[in-house]
Structure formats: C-alpha cells, structure tokens
C-alpha cells in the first residue's frame, strides 16, 4: 500500500505544471514582450533590462547586413534564448520599433538562423540614434546580406514584441 500511494503522489506531483518565475527589472526597460507566452513579470508581459537581457544566452557575432558597409561585430541574447525564457515554441512574433514601425518574425527562425538580438554594436551598447536599443540580426554572410531574404526581419530600434499563436 505504501509503494502505491507513493507511486500516486510521485506521479501527480510530475505532472503538475511547475510555474517559471520571471524577476522584474532593475534598471531602465529595454525589451517588453506580450501576447502568448508563457512567463511573465508585470501582468500579462515580460519586461526586461539590459542585465536580464546578458542572463540569457548572450554571445558575440560578427557579420554583414544590407545596412552597413562591412563585416560588424553584434552582442546579444539570441532570440531563441530570450523565446525558451517565456516558454515560446511556435507562432509568429510581431517585432515593433520605437517609431512603432512594426515586422512579423516566425519563431522558426529564431533556433534555425541563430538570429541574436543585438544590444552593442562594435562593442558599444547601441543607442537610439544608432539603431537601438535592440536590433534584430540575423548572421548572413556576405553574399547573404545582399540578397535581401532576411533584410525585412532586421528591425532596428526594437522595443517590443508579441508573441502571435
């Protein structure tokens, strides 16, 4: 009987859902996420600071763009990191611009092109003025970036994003 009832208690307890706890930030928002996601950390969205933003999955990449004259170094989380955070598998992201100019992203792409979230450009924190604070980059080589595939994705002066089923 006691085998059994630990059994039981064994198997309800791994079945429950374990809710993932977000902090809130403690410096200036950078990136707010909504819409269908998983965890948060002010009612229904997730918002980060630059330092939650290094907790992830931060690297260093060098590469070119349409939009830039040469190979570029970028540091940032990537995408599929900061997307596993909030619990996202599928869907759609709706990435907005300070100026709410606005791109939709699959979550695909996210893990199948290492896209980063580029918070330094050239190892400087970006700025508003240069594209900040977050740009969207995919890593393209140089033939890549020319050919357009990915140009419309890059969203510069990224803000926010929502997470479409």
Same mark, same amino acid.
């Given at each position: 009987? #006691?085998?059994?009832? =630990?059994?039981?208690? +064994?198997a @309800? ?5 374990? %809710? *993932? &706890? ?24 997730a ?30 989380? #990537?995408?599929s990191? =900061?997307?596993?955070? +909030?619990? @996202? ?5 709706? %990435? *907005? &611009? ?57 969203i510069?002066? =990224? ?7």
């Amino acid at each position: 009987m #006691t085998r059994w009832l =630990l059994a039981l208690v +064994l198997a @309800v307890t791994c079945t429950v859902p374990v %809710a *993932r &706890a977000l902090e809130m930030p403690e410096g200036r928002v950078v990136l707010t996420v909504s819409g269908d996601i998983d965890v948060t950390n002010d009612g229904d969205v997730a918002r980060f600071d630059i330092h939650m933003l290094r907790a992830l999955d931060w690297r260093e990449i060098t590469t070119f763009t349409a939009f830039t004259n040469g190979p570029q170094q970028f540091a940032g989380p #990537t995408l599929s990191s =900061l997307l596993d955070a +909030l619990g @996202v598998e599928e869907g759609t992201l709706r %990435a *907005r &611009a300070v100026n709410d100019y606005s791109v939709e992203i699959p979550v695909a792409h996210a893990a199948a092109h290492d896209v980063l979230i580029a918070a330094e450009h050239g190892g400087k924190p970006m700025r508003v003025r240069d594209k900040g604070p977050l740009w969207v980059v995919y890593p393209l080589s140089e033939a890549k970036a020319q050919d357009n595939t990915f140009n419309t994705e890059m969203i510069w002066q =990224l803000t926010e994003i929502e997470v479409l089923p």
